[in-house]
């Protein structure tokens, strides 16, 4: 049957985009199988959102509310669209407000990251970090189901399409610190490696949310270097495809790296990061930054040492290359498609 699925999330500079583009990723999977979906969100994340090319599903403005009032608002709308699921992806939903979620009329799926925030009070939990087995959802979750591990790991779909370059073909440094780069690293290394002289080509990346782009692009002009500065950039798969080596943020999108085959540093950022990033780095394909405290120029000089080994980068290349590419939203719109209230059952 076809389903009705919506979406609470948000995503803005002081919160990070990854929630929004996982949601994204999810609805792209569900558009796929036919389904239909819809968006509840504020108006900075609507910005975000309706300047992507590949954004889907029809966007809900979010009542001005409090956030008691929220959930019983919401709750109401889901019923009025008819959703079979609402998925609540963000960590400031805490657990009072997933309880006030409950309805007999449609189900709901929580995206979790480190399971630290109470019961879920979900029918569905979603985590596709590969070290799931150590969070113990049974005692926050105990009658849903679980979707967890890297075979519900969420990627957008122009990371399933992925045409891997010849390795000889491949020359940048790639520098990607997520949607809003909190810590300003993006800057920071790139003064670090302008003190290497360093001769590569350099990618700089920059999310939507990233607030200084200003001095970013005053650094980049008085710089030595060979820069190439993208901003919200639409097509990272192919750039992430021509990439020899990137340092990056070891969010979510560390499993975009792992699928184009992209050797990295990964700078762990938050706590929530560090147990995905560890497995990871387990993997062989990529190493990780001292996540206590980030210093820029140990970063560089980090960076500059993997570069001049190249039969190692090309080593982690082909390490990155052996894990499948997993359509992880594809297996959670069967489970979701196999669980949803029919008939009396939504009445």
């Not at 403005?61 to 008691?68: C, G, I, T």
């Not at 007999?104 to 019961?119: E, P, R, T, W």
């Not at 210093?295 to 560089?300: C, G, H, I, Y």
């Amino acid at each position: 049957m076809l389903m009705r699925v919506a979406f609470r999330v948000e995503g803005n500079p002081n919160i990070g985009l990854g929630h929004l583009m996982r949601c994204m990723a999810l609805a792209q999977g569900l558009v796929n199988s036919g389904h239909h979906v819809f968006f509840f969100m504020s108006d900075a994340s609507q910005q975000f959102c309706r300047q992507r090319t590949d954004w889907l599903g029809d966007i809900i403005p979010l009542a001005e509310l409090d956030k008691k009032a929220e959930p019983e608002w919401l709750v109401n709308q889901c019923g009025s669209l008819q959703a079979d699921w609402l998925v609540l992806d963000g960590y400031q939903f805490d657990q009072a407000y997933r309880h006030s979620l409950q309805s007999i009329k449609f189900k709901l799926a929580v995206f979790d990251d480190i399971n630290n925030s109470g019961a879920l009070y979900a029918d569905l939990v979603i985590n596709g970090a590969p070290n799931t087995a150590l969070l113990d959802y049974q005692s926050t979750a105990p009658n849903a189901l679980l979707a967890l591990g890297q075979d519900y790991q969420v990627l957008r779909q122009e990371f399933l399409q992925v045409n891997n370059n010849d390795w000889a073909e491949r020359e940048n440094l790639t520098l990607t610190f997520g949607g809003s780069d909190p810590k300003n690293l993006t800057i920071k290394l790139l003064n670090a490696l302008q003190k290497l002289s360093l001769s590569m080509p350099i990618t700089v990346i920059t999310g939507a949310a990233y607030p200084s782009l200003l001095e970013l692009k005053n650094v980049i002009k008085n710089s030595d270097l060979d820069i190439n500065h993208l901003h919200d950039c639409q097509n990272m798969a192919q750039l992430l495809e021509n990439t020899k080596l990137a340092i990056s943020a070891a969010g979510g999108s560390q499993f975009e790296l792992r699928a184009c085959a992209v050797p990295a540093i990964l700078v762990v950022v938050a706590d929530n990061q560090l147990l995905a990033s560890q497995e990871a780095a387990k993997q062989g394909w990529c190493q990780l930054a001292n996540h206590e405290q980030v210093n820029a120029d140990e970063l560089a000089q980090q960076c500059l040492s993997l570069w001049q080994q190249p039969d190692l980068l090309h080593s982690m290349h082909k390490m990155a290359g052996l894990f499948p590419v997993v359509d992880g939203a594809k297996n959670i719109v069967k489970l979701m498609s196999e669980n949803t209230l029919v008939g009396e059952d939504k009445a």
